[in-house]
């Protein structure tokens, strides 16, 4: 079956970095999109980035030019590097493969 397994979360200070994992198995991981979502206390969840199978990136204009998404075809792996961490950035970070979802791993900022 499709498994999503997000890493990499932690407690950060403000303009500080972390990169999450998503490590992807059961299905064929180089011809599909993934996305990352992340959801906030008490707040709807939103899309965070999304990459093609040809590497074709989007961002939600809350994280552009800080967060970088990317991908390792080799490695069955989808990345997300966060830059320059502010506290509204707290939240459960979660990889999404179409209707797949990972557990999601939480990310925190303090001020």
């Known amino acids: 079956q499709v498994q999503l397994v997000e890493s990499g979360g932690g407690l950060v200070q403000t303009g500080g970095s972390l990169r999450l994992s998503c490590a992807v198995s059961g299905i064929a991981f180089s011809i599909n999109a993934f996305a990352w979502h992340r959801q906030a206390p008490g707040k709807q969840r939103e899309l965070v980035a999304e990459?093609?199978?040809?590497?074709?990136?989007t961002y939600a204009r809350s994280v552009k030019g800080r967060f970088t998404i990317s991908r390792d075809n080799a490695k069955n792996t989808v990345y997300l590097q966060m830059n320059g961490l502010e506290p509204e950035d707290t939240a459960v970070y979660s990889c999404?493969?179409?209707?797949?979802w990972g557990q999601g791993t939480q990310v925190t900022v303090s001020s």
């Open positions: 990459i093609t199978s040809t590497e074709t990136t």
């Open positions: 999404r493969q179409g209707s797949y």
